[in-house]
């Protein structure tokens, strides 16, 4: 997908790779087995209608997003799928909700009476806090309550039920079990079973097959990055990087010992030094703590020096290289390779993280 770009910093997406490990976790899937894709956060900053459009291209079904914006989007766009919001949505959504043919998550009774004048066609999947803690029917009463109260209510279906694990990326361990127990226990009180059960994220899905029930979903993994530095090592198939970050060198100096570089002259270069200048700087998502991370120039690392700027940073490199050469900042160049996993360390956090800070600022180009 050519798009003009005046400056030259990007982020590249392959779809392909999107597709491929879609396809690689459907192969360990049951047939009857579906496989959500979770879009939310615009994809994890990879590009929600893209991603989303590359999904469905594969058999994906249904599509989990965490807000009702993002559902509309999505329908805006002309994605017709069934569309799942995971997350709280108010009752002044219904009605749309309704219209778009959107699925909500009811996750508590109060937010069921909340909607309780309304009578058009809703579909919702019901959502057990099982031991997350975040949203979800805990008590069995209220789950009581809550199955009662639909039933009075012709214009409700519910099409699936339910939960999310809070350490299913670690080794297994006994607050995954109490939580498959938790939630099996919840399942009982339904007299019906919905169509669609579902406990597993990414982390499950590949660690734990048996838990996979009538769908998955699945999100960090459909992006090619294990759901935790630990799972890295078991995973079952190889997972496939869709996402990285470029740009190029803009300007080239040579610096005399002595010079300083950027705010704060925090940097001072130790002798004559061949300094470069990126176009891309904190508000595109280099942050600031960054300022340790290498980038690659001609399939090497070079450090970053001085104090990452807003749009701009600065690098030294061993020797001259032309305007325009290419820099990697996250991605393959040769043999090197820095990841989105490597940010994260660097950050002390998580890559999702990492994968939700890039800004809109940073065109996403698609390569299919
Ligand atoms: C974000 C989210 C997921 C996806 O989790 P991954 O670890 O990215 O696979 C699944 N379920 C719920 C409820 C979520 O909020």
Not at 36 to 54: L, P, Q, S
Not at 75 to 89: F, N, Q, W
Not at 100 to 113: F, P, R
Not at 208 to 220: K, S, T, V
Request: with cysteine.
């Amino acid at each position: 997908m050519p798009q003009m770009l005046y400056r030259p910093t990007f982020m590249q997406v392959n779809l392909q790779a999107i597709q491929s490990n879609i396809q690689q976790m459907q192969q360990m899937l049951p047939v009857n087995t579906e496989l959500i894709a979770v879009v939310k956060a615009n994809a994890y900053g990879h590009g929600d209608i893209e991603v989303a459009k590359a999904a469905l291209q594969v058999g994906v079904t249904i599509l989990a997003v965490a807000t009702p914006e993002e559902a509309i989007r999505l329908r805006e766009a002309g994605v017709s799928a069934d569309i799942l919001v995971i997350g709280a949505s108010p009752a002044s959504f219904v009605p749309v909700a309704s219209e778009q043919k959107i699925t909500l998550t009811a996750y508590s009774l109060e937010w069921l009476q909340s909607i309780n004048q309304f009578d058009q066609p809703l579909k919702i999947h019901i959502k057990i806090d099982s031991g997350m803690g975040r949203i979800g029917f805990v008590d069995e009463d209220e789950l009581k309550h809550a199955l009662a109260f639909i039933k009075t209510k012709e214009w409700l279906e519910v099409t699936g039920v339910f939960t999310h694990f809070a350490t299913a990326d670690e080794a297994l361990n006994k607050h995954y079990e109490e939580q498959v127990e938790n939630f099996q226990c919840m399942l009982s009180l339904f007299h019906e079973k919905p169509r669609i059960v579902h406990t597993s994220n990414s982390a499950a899905a590949l660690q734990y097959p048996e838990q996979n029930l009538d769908a998955i979903r699945f999100g960090i993994s459909m992006y090619g990055v294990a759901p935790s530095p630990w799972l890295s090592d078991y995973l079952p198939f190889p997972l496939e990087k869709a996402l990285s970050l470029h740009t190029e060198v803009v300007h080239v100096k040579k610096v005399k010992k002595g010079t300083s570089i950027g705010y704060g002259a925090v940097y001072t270069a130790e002798e004559d030094e061949w300094i470069a200048t990126l176009p891309i700087g904190y508000a595109d998502g280099l942050l600031r703590k960054l300022h340790k991370q290498t980038v690659l120039v001609k399939g090497k690392r070079v450090p970053i020096v001085g104090k990452i700027c807003m749009d701009q940073c600065m690098i030294r490199l061993e020797e001259p290289v032309p305007i325009g050469e290419k820099v990697v900042l996250i991605g393959k160049q040769e043999a090197e390779e820095i990841t989105v996993e490597e940010w994260a360390k660097t950050l002390e956090t998580i890559p999702y993280e990492i994968c939700c800070m890039f800004s809109n600022r940073i065109p996403r180009l698609y390569s299919e």
